[in-house]
Every structure is written in C-alpha cells, then in structure tokens.
C-alpha cells in the first residue's frame, strides 16, 4: 500500500481571476495599430508601395551608422549597462545638460509609466492632470497605475493650455487632493501647438509636478530641457523615436530633479533599455548632422504642406510646430471617409471622432515623393 499522501489539489473556491486588481479588471483593452505588413496585405500591396503618415514617424528612417552599429555589436549576448553609461555621455553632449540629471528608457512611454509608479498609490484617489486632446498613453498610465484623472480640455480652435482652469483646480481642492502630476505635450499630439514659456512658468508655480513631454522637440526647437536644474517640480521627456528614426528600437529619455531621479533608479527595471537600443541611440548622436537635416527637409515639408492644402477648401490646417498636421474635414465628408479613400491609394493617415476631434485628420509628413503621392490622391477625392 503506497504511503504517499494524496496530491493537494487547488480548493476550488480560488479562483485567481476574482484576485486581479478590479480597476484593471474592468480597464478597456488598449487598440493597437495594426502591424505595418498586416495593413499592406489587407490593401493588397506591398509594404514597400503603402505611404505611411498615420503615425508620426520618421519616414527617412535610422542614420546609416544605426546599422553599421548593430552589425559590428560585440556584446549582445551580455546584459546592458543598467546605467546607459555610454547613451548618457552622449546625451549630455547632445542636450547640453549635465548626465546626473538624465535617464534613459525604453521609450519616453517607459518613463511615463515609471513617474506613475513612483507618485501614485494606487486605491488612494491620486490623481493627475490630462490635458485633451492630447497623447493618450498618459490615460493609459492612469488607468494601469490607478490613477484618478482630471481633465482640463485645451481651449477650443487653438488647442493652448486653459492654464485659469488648471489653476481653478488647485484653488478648489484641499492640499491633500491637488493631482499629483500634470502633464503637457509640446508640441502637443495631435495639434503640434507649443506651450508658451508664460503658461509654463504659471504651471510650474502649481504645487505639482510638471511633466513637459517634448517628444517632438528636434522639429519646435522650443527647449526647455535646459530648465531642469532650476526647477524642483520639472521633467522634461524626450525620445529617438520621432528625430533619430529610432520608433522601433524603443529608446527615450528624461531630464529630471535630482530629488526624483534618485528614486527612479530604484524603480526602474534594471536593464530597462537594451544594448542594440544604447548602440543605435548612441550612433544617432554621433551623426546627428545627418538626422537633423532630414528633420530640416520634414519641416520644409510642413511649410509646403499649408501651401499645397490650400488648394482643398474641405480640408482646414492647424497651426503645427512638429512632423504632423492636424487638419479638420468639411464640405460634406466625413474625416472617416478620407482616411478610407486615402487607405484604398495606400496612403494611412489618423482621424479622429472623439469630441473637440470630430471630423479630423493628423497626417505626418513624409519624404518628398510620399507627400507628393498625398496631393495627388487629395486631388483624387
Ligand atoms: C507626445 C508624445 N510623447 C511620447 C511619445 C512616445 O515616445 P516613445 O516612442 O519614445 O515612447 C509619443 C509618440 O507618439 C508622443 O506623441
């Protein structure tokens, strides 16, 4: 007779799925664009022939010593440096800022979500300021780090910060309640508008802490990275995704206090941006002169943009300082049927239908020979 106690099965009254957070329990999936291949195939053409604009990428692509970097890479089968000892040397020459005070991520989203981690509680009632329409992973972040979120909409046809509104918040709540974080994109996604120096002065003087996303700076050239050290409530977020051509490779970085900094090294994920994503970033410093002109020939292109829409009296540009235009569609379409006729020539843009979006469209510019294809499928409609 076998003396082996029988194995202890799970009590069936557990039932794990009951034990996950509920906020995130009943959180809407996130809508992911579909994969790049995937579209083509779905308009039947090759990837090579689609005219990407739906996005905010850099239709140039990485620097030429992106590749030839990760050729020669040595060491990708060790760990990468926690530090980005290299990236941040590089950066402090790029930026002009001193590297204790910068950190690098896998893309400025990394540090989004790691400024959640490190200021909210989740189930507290902490909460953050949005400031719609704007870049949606701060939502995200909030509803994955429970977080409460208090909009301030921008104010209606120039999209600029409604900074009475936000301070109204602070002067209407008790010093235990005032949001966490506010968070402010300039230039903004999707509008391109910039932040002015005043507004920001007056939201740094908020007792919160200002995160100022300048994602799309290399195209504004509106910087305030250089403020950092002054302020003990400023970040400034960056990336490669946008200037460097790097979107893939999943690289950014920020510029913090050296009060908040310390803490997000204990917080971070130790090997948080790879060795290929510290060679390429490196190398795109290297040869920025390259990138920036490709930056100076998408603002060229922005220019001519304003020019060429003018043509189409259904179709009225935003003011932009970034690589995208926000445009809103009249005269009897619908900004949902531009996008579809546009997608049957093989040309993706964005459009939106959300409130104060309704009936508009972002198109990132592209190289020269896209954007011609652009006004002459816009001719087509
Ligand atoms: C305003 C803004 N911030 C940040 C990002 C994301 O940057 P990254 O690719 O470095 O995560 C984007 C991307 O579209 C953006 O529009």
Redesign the pocket.
Same mark, same amino acid.
């Given at each position: 007779m076998s003396t082996t106690p029988a194995r202890q099965s799970t009590p069936r009254v557990y039932t794990p799925v009951d034990h996950i957070r509920p906020e995130l329990k009943s959180m809407s999936p996130y809508t992911p664009i579909l994969p790049y291949e995937v579209l083509a195939e779905r308009l039947n053409r090759s990837p090579a022939d689609i005219v990407k604009l739906d996005?905010?990428e850099n239709p140039y692509g990485p620097a030429p010593a992106v590749a030839k970097g990760l050729a020669d890479a040595q060491y990708l089968h060790i760990y990468p440096d926690p530090a980005s000892g290299f990236l941040r040397d590089a950066l402090q020459d790029y930026t002009g800022l001193s590297k204790e005070y910068l950190l690098a991520g896998a +893309?400025?989203?990394?540090l989004i979500d790691l400024l959640f981690r490190l200021f909210i509680v989740p189930g507290k009632g902490h909460s953050v300021i949005n400031l719609p329409p704007t870049?949606g992973?701060y939502k995200f972040d909030a509803d994955v780090n429970g977080a409460d979120v208090v909009n301030v909409k921008r104010k209606h046809g120039s999209f600029a910060v409604d900074i009475e509104a936000v301070e109204h918040v602070f002067e209407n709540a008790a010093p235990e309640d005032y949001p966490k974080i506010i968070f402010v994109?300039s230039p903004n996604?999707p509008d391109g508008s910039v932040v002015s120096d005043d507004v920001l002065r007056r939201l740094l003087a908020l007792p919160t802490l200002v995160v100022l996303?300048e994602?799309?700076f290399e195209f504004a050239q509106d910087n305030r990275l250089l403020w950092v050290p002054r302020y003990d409530n400023l970040v400034v977020?960056r990336?490669?995704?946008k200037w460097a051509g790097l979107?893939g490779m999943?690289? +950014?970085y920020g510029a913090f206090p050296l009060g908040i900094i310390e803490h997000l090294w204990k917080i971070k994920q130790p090997y948080n941006v790879s060795v290929a994503s510290q060679i390429a970033a490196v190398a795109s410093i290297r040869e920025k002169g390259n990138l920036l002109a490709k930056v100076e020939r998408m603002i060229a292109q922005r220019g001519l943009f304003y020019k060429e829409v003018k043509r189409f009296d259904w179709l009225t540009p935003f003011p932009s300082q970034s690589n995208y235009v926000l445009c809103r569609v009249a005269g009897g379409r619908t900004a949902a049927q531009v996008k579809e006729q546009l997608a049957e020539r093989g040309i993706l843009i964005r459009y939106y239908t959300a409130k104060g979006l309704a009936d508009c469209i972002r198109i990132s510019m592209g190289t020269e020979e896209q954007m011609k294809r652009l006004y002459e499928a816009l001719v087509e409609l």
């Amino acid at each position: 007779m076998s003396t082996t106690p029988a194995r202890q099965s799970t009590p069936r009254v557990y039932t794990p799925v009951d034990h996950i957070r509920p906020e995130l329990k009943s959180m809407s999936p996130y809508t992911p664009i579909l994969p790049y291949e995937v579209l083509a195939e779905r308009l039947n053409r090759s990837p090579a022939d689609i005219v990407k604009l739906d996005a905010n990428e850099n239709p140039y692509g990485p620097a030429p010593a992106v590749a030839k970097g990760l050729a020669d890479a040595q060491y990708l089968h060790i760990y990468p440096d926690p530090a980005s000892g290299f990236l941040r040397d590089a950066l402090q020459d790029y930026t002009g800022l001193s590297k204790e005070y910068l950190l690098a991520g896998a +893309g400025a989203d990394e540090l989004i979500d790691l400024l959640f981690r490190l200021f909210i509680v989740p189930g507290k009632g902490h909460s953050v300021i949005n400031l719609p329409p704007t870049f949606g992973m701060y939502k995200f972040d909030a509803d994955v780090n429970g977080a409460d979120v208090v909009n301030v909409k921008r104010k209606h046809g120039s999209f600029a910060v409604d900074i009475e509104a936000v301070e109204h918040v602070f002067e209407n709540a008790a010093p235990e309640d005032y949001p966490k974080i506010i968070f402010v994109a300039s230039p903004n996604n999707p509008d391109g508008s910039v932040v002015s120096d005043d507004v920001l002065r007056r939201l740094l003087a908020l007792p919160t802490l200002v995160v100022l996303d300048e994602a799309y700076f290399e195209f504004a050239q509106d910087n305030r990275l250089l403020w950092v050290p002054r302020y003990d409530n400023l970040v400034v977020l960056r990336t490669f995704s946008k200037w460097a051509g790097l979107a893939g490779m999943r690289v +950014g970085y920020g510029a913090f206090p050296l009060g908040i900094i310390e803490h997000l090294w204990k917080i971070k994920q130790p090997y948080n941006v790879s060795v290929a994503s510290q060679i390429a970033a490196v190398a795109s410093i290297r040869e920025k002169g390259n990138l920036l002109a490709k930056v100076e020939r998408m603002i060229a292109q922005r220019g001519l943009f304003y020019k060429e829409v003018k043509r189409f009296d259904w179709l009225t540009p935003f003011p932009s300082q970034s690589n995208y235009v926000l445009c809103r569609v009249a005269g009897g379409r619908t900004a949902a049927q531009v996008k579809e006729q546009l997608a049957e020539r093989g040309i993706l843009i964005r459009y939106y239908t959300a409130k104060g979006l309704a009936d508009c469209i972002r198109i990132s510019m592209g190289t020269e020979e896209q954007m011609k294809r652009l006004y002459e499928a816009l001719v087509e409609l």
